[in-house]
């Protein structure tokens, strides 16, 4: 047996990327791919030189996998993980971890009970800007932070929600929703990482473009536990698709970015702008496509890292860097979003 960590990939459409992540992620090796769509299954392990399984069960069984990347359809994750822990497999779970808060805790559970390192994927959160300006609102520099709002307007074809592997998506049982959990749970999981916990929340949804089940459109007011407020909006439903706006204000300064890109640093502590300069001069010009409107114009990168660093939670016994317990208030805020917009009421985070 290599000394490489051995890596499955279940679920074949994100789960190419993880595929291509794994291959360049130094340590790591890809055993084995897993997919009940034999169209999709054959080109990826021929395109990756590995082992296709269409039984999920006869995966696990593979001596060679020790951890296992799931990137199957959201409502298919926590069960599919704790069937891959109770088999002794670390784990990679696509966001959302699940799209039930509840079963995010079960799986958390079977990862304990099995022994085995589970890992969340936000790979936003390793984004070279979204750290420094956490790394900025830690230290204090924009005061007491007042306003935090994260815009979503992507678009998405009604193909998208079709077919083989669309049908699922936009749907309450099996994507827990639709522009908020599949597309905006990112904004949502960067919100509350670079600003804390949302205690409240009163959200809106509805279908306006699409036909389907959940949600297309979503706006919703957010309560902070430091005492901010702020907005959220999502849809799929727009044309043409523009990018993800975050801004956040404080007493002390302010910042604005437009998905990758940083449009506005304005800090006290730098009164001619000098920072500001630098920072807009590096982070100001564009440097990839996003996914505002083409679904797979998703950076790998992140998922590299997220790669390297099971590698070294496995041989080191610790933690992975983005663990469920984290992951799982984005999925928390959604659920309480959704609950609001049913009932016309404000409603506490983590009680639903
Ligand atoms: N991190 C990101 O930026 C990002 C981007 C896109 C999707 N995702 C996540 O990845 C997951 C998959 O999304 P997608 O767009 O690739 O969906 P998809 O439908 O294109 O792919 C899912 C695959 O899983 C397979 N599958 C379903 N049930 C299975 C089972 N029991 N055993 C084996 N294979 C099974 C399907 O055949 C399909 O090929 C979702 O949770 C989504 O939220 C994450």
């Known amino acids: 047996m290599s000394a490489d960590v051995g890596f499955a990939v279940v679920g074949l459409g994100m789960g190419r990327h993880h595929c291509r992540a794994v291959q360049m992620a130094p340590g790591a090796r890809l055993v084995a791919v897993c997919d009940v769509d034999e169209a999709r299954l054959q080109p990826a392990a021929r395109d990756f030189a590995c082992r296709a399984y269409t039984d999920f069960d006869a995966l696990l069984a593979d001596p060679e996998v020790q951890v296992v990347n799931i990137a199957t359809p959201s409502g298919l994750h926590a069960q599919m993980g704790i069937q891959a822990a109770a088999a002794g497999k670390h784990l990679i779970v696509e966001k959302p971890a699940d799209i039930v808060p509840a079963r995010i805790d079960a799986l958390m559970d079977a990862g304990r009970r099995h022994g085995v390192r589970i890992g969340g994927i936000f790979q936003s959160r390793l984004d070279p800007l979204n750290l420094r300006i956490r790394q ?186 983005i663990g469920l317990d984290s992951a799982r208030h984005a999925v928390e805020i959604i659920t309480a979003i959704y609950e609001s917009g049913r009932t016309g009421r404000e409603v506490k985070v983590g009680v639903n």
């Open 136 to 321: 900025a609102i830690q230290a204090g520099r924009l005061g007491s932070i007042y306003g935090v709002h994260g815009h979503l307007p992507w678009y998405r074809l009604q193909d998208y929600y079709e077919g083989t592997h669309g049908s699922w998506k936009g749907t309450w049982g099996m994507d827990g929703g639709g522009s908020l959990m599949n597309q905006g749970v990112h904004t949502v999981d960067l919100l509350q990482w670079l600003v804390g916990r949302v205690e409240s929340v009163m959200g809106m949804f509805g279908i306006f473009g699409h036909q389907i089940e959940a949600e297309d459109q979503t706006c919703a007011l957010l309560r902070f536990a430091n005492g901010a407020i702020g907005t959220l909006y999502t849809t799929t439903a727009c044309y043409p698709g523009y990018d993800q706006q975050i801004t956040i204000y404080g007493a002390r300064g302010s910042v604005l970015k437009q998905e990758g890109l940083l449009r506005g640093w304005k800090m006290m502590d730098d009164p001619d702008g000098t920072e500001e300069q630098e920072l807009l001069s590096f982070y100001g010009e564009k440097k990839a496509g996003t996914g505002s409107s083409d679904p797979m114009a998703v950076s790998f990168d992140g998922h590299t890292q997220i790669i390297c660093d099971m590698v070294a939670a496995v041989r080191e016994g610790r933690d992975p860097m």
